[in-house]
């Protein structure tokens, strides 16, 4: 508009000059150029007068009596061009999803991290994660069931059957990429309500969200929410139960029992509160690939209420990775009945394998969102004869030289092949979900 102004004003002091020199017509030295110069000038003026909107009917005057013509009326041929927003408000939504299963941390883990250690970082965990941290980091959001306490080293570093980890685990963890926690299931109470509070208070230092776990009723009725290209997504986390292990009479923290009316009105409050909702269920029975009918009914009631993923957790090992199809909406549901464990030291070839889902939320076309191109990535985990030596290998990076040397066939429950290790994901994962080289 500044720049306008300077234009106009110019433009009126030129055609100035061009009305005096007019106004001597009868001079001998007057050049009828001047006529086709003011004329242009008028006509320039003008139009820059209906293109900056200035108001309506003002005339610009100038020396000598001439007046611009009035500003016309804006008309659609030099009106501004508006950008209407697209009918499908999640047009432009494409939002990446990754989810591992348990992270379950026994002695031979933390040692192994305190051996990679140095005198600047005692515990060092990255080494365990490297070969996946990049599918892990390319997500835009990055689940994990963080199976064991993070209490502090005041609690006792611990495995089974009641487990606390070193709090360097979870600062590693967010390292690798992981920005969504859970920790919804039957360890979260292995120290103890002080070493659950204590778990909480450093879970709340860390840039995540956490899951399934809640200082009070109010803290526990504040749907967790992640939001990216417009779209808000809810994260909702139940445990079946937690090893007998309870709160202490009057304790305000609350664990997220798995419960049909607590679910029930979690889901009717994400429907108010976000787009799109992810469940997080430990459940189940373990060291088994089959789930139980408890399991089936909780996920069909889940999907009929409007939850659109779940993600199941708890048996230690790969569970079915199906579609549920909801009795109310119609839509699909993308449900994985458990991920299997991510990394642990327990003993049998089954316990070894899980895997890296990945999937997009993008629109739908009709004003929603639904889930796309779902991937299920095979993992092996591995250790050496000595328990040591820990890594999460991609399966297709698990060959026979790495299978001859794992741990797992000195546990005394047999050994774990490429092959076999791919037969424990065929069992359970169609084909349509696996990478390429499984199909």
């Given at each position: 508009m500044k720049r306008f102004a300077g234009f106009a004003l110019c433009a009126a002091l030129l055609l100035s000059s061009c009305v005096d020199m007019r106004s001597s017509t009868t001079s001998p030295d007057y050049d009828s150029s001047v006529d086709v110069l003011r004329d242009t000038l008028y006509s320039g003026i003008a139009s820059a007068v209906g293109e900056n909107g200035l108001p309506e009917g003002a005339s610009l005057f100038v020396r000598g009596g001439d007046a611009l013509p009035p500003m016309a009326a804006e008309t659609e041929e030099n009106a501004l061009s508006t950008v209407e927003a697209p009918a499908d408000r999640f047009a432009f939504t494409d939002i990446s999803f990754a989810a591992v299963g348990d992270n379950l941390i026994h002695p031979n883990l933390y040692t192994d991290a305190y051996n990679r250690g140095n005198a600047d970082k005692r515990y060092d965990f990255l080494p365990l994660y490297s070969h996946i941290a990049p599918m892990i980091a390319e997500a835009?959001?990055?689940?994990?069931?963080?199976?064991?306490?993070?209490?502090?080293?005041?609690?006792?570093?611990?495995?089974?059957?009641?487990?606390?980890?070193?709090?360097?685990?979870?600062?590693?963890?967010?390292?690798?990429?992981?920005?969504?926690?859970?920790?919804?299931?039957?360890h979260m109470l292995d120290k103890g309500a002080g070493g659950y509070a204590s778990t909480l208070d450093f879970w709340h230092?860390?840039?995540?969200?956490?899951?399934?776990?809640?200082?009070?009723?109010?803290?526990a009725a504040s749907i967790r929410t992640v939001e990216k290209d417009g779209a808000v997504i809810a994260l909702l986390a139940y445990t079946y139960g937690t090893n007998s292990i309870s709160l202490p009479w009057g304790s305000e923290m609350v664990v997220p029992y798995i419960a049909d009316e607590l679910i029930l009105s979690d889901l009717a409050k994400a429907e108010e509160a976000a787009d799109f909702t992810i469940v997080s269920i430990h459940w189940g029975n373990e060291t088994t690939q089959t789930p139980t009918d408890e399991?089936?009914?909780?996920?069909?009631l889940i999907a009929d209420h409007g939850g659109d993923v779940i993600l199941g957790t708890h048996?230690?090992?790969?569970q079915p990775l199906t579609w549920l199809k909801s009795q109310t909406t119609g839509k699909e549901v993308l449900c994985i009945y458990s991920l299997g464990n991510f990394a642990s030291g327990q003993a049998r070839p089954v316990n070894m394998v899980g895997g890296i889902l990945t999937f997009d939320i993008k629109g739908d076309g009709d004003n929603g969102l639904c889930v796309k191109n779902v991937l299920f990535t095979?993992?092996?985990?591995?250790?050496?004869?000595?328990?040591?030596?820990?890594?999460?290998?991609?399966?297709?990076?698990?060959?026979?030289?790495?299978a001859a040397t794992h741990g797992v066939q000195w546990q005394g429950y047999g050994s774990l092949s490429p092959e076999g290790a791919a037969e424990f994901v065929t069992n359970v994962i169609p084909t349509e979900f696996l990478p390429d080289y499984m199909k």
């Open positions: 835009d959001f990055a689940y994990i069931n963080q199976e064991t306490p993070m209490a502090g080293e005041a609690y006792g570093y611990s495995g089974w059957p009641n487990f606390n980890s070193p709090q360097q685990l979870g600062v590693d963890l967010c390292e690798v990429g992981f920005d969504i926690v859970n920790i919804a299931n039957n230092t860390q840039p995540v969200t956490l899951i399934g776990g809640y200082y009070n009723a109010e803290d399991q089936k009914r909780l996920a069909q048996s230690h090992t790969l095979p993992t092996v985990n591995y250790y050496g004869g000595d328990w040591y030596s820990t890594k999460i290998y991609p399966l297709s990076e698990y060959t026979a030289e790495i």
